[in-house]
């Protein structure tokens, strides 16, 4: 069973940087992609940024320029360096993983952007 820890949400002014990580424990036999969602406030939980096994990254278009997602070399780990924040960029967001031909999620990391 592979688990993922998140860490790094929190309150942030708009224009601030937040850096979110994530690290998944458990056997890994085969990686197809590593990433983030998130969900605001009514909203349907959405994609922000993802890489596949092919080191492809793919963003939605609201945090292109703003976010950018790493991977360790060991494939365990992914981090969303989150700058120039926003208000709308509120939400909790979400470690995804699909990785032994199955789907993994986070419990999810609050992030707030407000004055």
């Known amino acids: 069973q592979v688990q993922l820890m998140e860490s790094g949400g929190g309150l942030v002014q708009p224009g601030g940087s937040l850096r979110l990580s994530c690290a998944a424990s458990?056997?890994?036999?085969?990686?197809?992609?590593m990433g983030w969602y998130r969900q605001g406030p009514g909203k349907q939980r959405e994609l922000v940024a993802v890489?596949?096994?092919?080191?492809?990254?793919n963003y939605a278009d609201s945090v292109k320029g703003r976010f950018v997602l790493s991977i360790d070399n060991d494939k365990r780990a992914v981090y969303l360096q989150m700058n120039s924040l926003k208000p709308e960029d509120t939400a909790v967001y979400y470690c995804?993983?699909?990785?032994?031909?199955?789907?993994?999620w986070g419990q999810g990391t609050q992030v707030t952007v407000s004055s």
């Open positions: 995804h993983a699909n990785v032994n031909w199955s789907e993994y």
């Open positions: 458990g056997r890994i036999l085969r990686f197809s992609a």
């Open positions: 890489i596949n096994s092919e080191s492809r990254t």
